[in-house]
Structures are given as structure tokens and as C-alpha cells.
């Protein structure tokens, strides 16, 4: 039975947006897995492996015993976090610069009318403008936070489509933001609704695959600060840990493509209507 392809240039509901989405999602699940696959997972391996790292001289540097070494490591703690977190932007930037190229060719040539080789010259080029987008929203919601933690919530969310636009539209960063701006507050709630289930998706699934190295963390804790005052993770707790980071970052492919839908779903709402002809009139 031949699948009928996806249309994203559509109205919908919130709804609609899940499971088309969804559809999306399975119906090109060989290709996108494909994507993946060559161009994107040896960075989520590569940032997987630098969580771990990271979370290792954290840990090394904390003594229960002497609190006085905490206090002074806190500096080097928070430096190594905002490297991590810069590698995570990189990290979505080049998956959202990819997948989001695949979806403008999928729009514009149909399914399966296109291949991987012909769009490969794209992701270079659009993950920068992902990258670039992603830095500028960083700041913005970090600046958010700082100013009580709504307006960073509300600056993640009106400017969520902005990397979409980019893409898709081609006409610079300004603009990007500023209709990322005017499309989010025509449907401000329903794209925090989308956003939000995007993210409850992920921290649920992550939650579940991260229980065993939980209950290995538990137990591992218990055990050395008992015996030595120290905090000391068997190693096979960091392969989990390693494990679970790579499937989160992997599953952001499911709130991009909400948010694809959401866009397209935003721009037909807000067109203007064709103007009314005499006889449609009569």
C-alpha cells in the first residue's frame, strides 16, 4: 500500500500536529535514520563522551570532607559545564541545520523524489545558520532566566521557530526574529503546548533509560561515602550515563519536527486571505 505523503503546508490543531508528526516520523524512518546515522550521530557519540567526562572532574574535584575545596572549585565546576553546554548547541544546531534541510527538500521535490548526496552541501551551510541562531537564543533565554526565569521561559518559547525560519525563508537573522516573534504570539499558548509535550517526551524517555544507572549511582554512593567520604561511580554507571545522553540528544528529533509542523501551521494562519471575487460573492 503506497503511503500518501505528509503535506506540512497546512492549518492544524495541536492535535494534528502530534501525530502527523508522528506519521512523518515513521514514514521516513529509513531515510532520516540514514541522516543521522553519517552526518549527526558521531557528534552525539563525541558529546555523550563529554558529559561523562565532564561529570568525572566535577565528581573528582568534590571532597564532602573539606568543604573549603568545594568552595574553591566552584569556578573551574561552572567553566567546565558552559563548554559542555556551547558543544550541546553545536551538538542541535547541526541536527536541527540537517534535519530541517531534509524537510525543505521533502516540501519542495516530494517524497522520496530526492537524494541524501543532493542536499549534503546544505548541512554544512545551515547548521552554521542553526549554530548562529541557536548562540543568539542561548543568550537571550540565559538573560531571561536571569531576570526571573518567565521571561527566559517566554523568550525559548516565541523564539523556538527562529532556526526554521532561517532556513526556510532565507532573508537574515533580523528578520527570522522578528517573525519568529509576530508567527509564536498569534498562537503563543498552543506553541508552548507544542514545546512543552517536545520536552516532556524527552525527559520522560530519558528519565526511563537513565533508571539502571540511578539505581547503580544509589547504591555506588552509598557505598563509598560510607567507606571513604568520596562519591565513586563503578564504571559501567558512566556507560549508562553516556548512554542516555546520546538518546536524549537523539530525540530532539521529535520536538523539531512538532515545531516544523507548528511553523507551517503558524505561516497559513497568518496569510492573508485571497481577496473575494464577484463570484464567489453571488
Partial sequence: MTETEVQFQQKREPGDIFSDSFRFLKQEFKPISKLFAIYILPFIIIYGIL?????????????????????????????????????GIFVQSLLGGTYYTYIEYYIKKGKGNFELSEITPLFFSNSLIALGANLLLFIAVIAGVIMCI?????????????????????????????????????????????NLVGIIIIYVVSFLVSIPAMIAGIGS???????????????????????SVIVSAILWIIPYTFLAFQYFNLDERTKPNPPQTQNSLE
Fill in 221 to 243: 554512593t552509598m557505598f563509598s561515602l560510607q567507606q571513604t567520604g568520596t562519591i565513586d561511580y563503578p564504571q559501567w554507571y558512566w556507560i549508562l550515563t553516556g548512554f
Fill in 51 to 87: 558529559q561523562v567526562y565532564v561529570q568525572i572532574k566535577v565528581l573528582g574535584r568534590v571532597d564532602l570532607n573539606n568543604p573549603d575545596m568545594l568552595l574553591s572549585n566552584i569556578g573551574p565546576i561552572y567553566g567546565n559545564v558552559f563548554i559542555i553546554s556551547l558543544f
Fill in 150 to 194: 518567565i521571561p527566559g521561559i517566554y523568550f525559548a518559547n516565541t523564539f523556538s521557530i527562529v532556526v526554521m525560519i532561517l532556513i526556510f525563508e532565507k532573508k537574515g537573522v533580523g528578520n527570522a526574529f522578528t517573525r519568529s516573534w509576530n508567527l509564536v504570539n498569534s498562537q503563543w499558548w498552543n506553541t508552548f503546548l507544542v
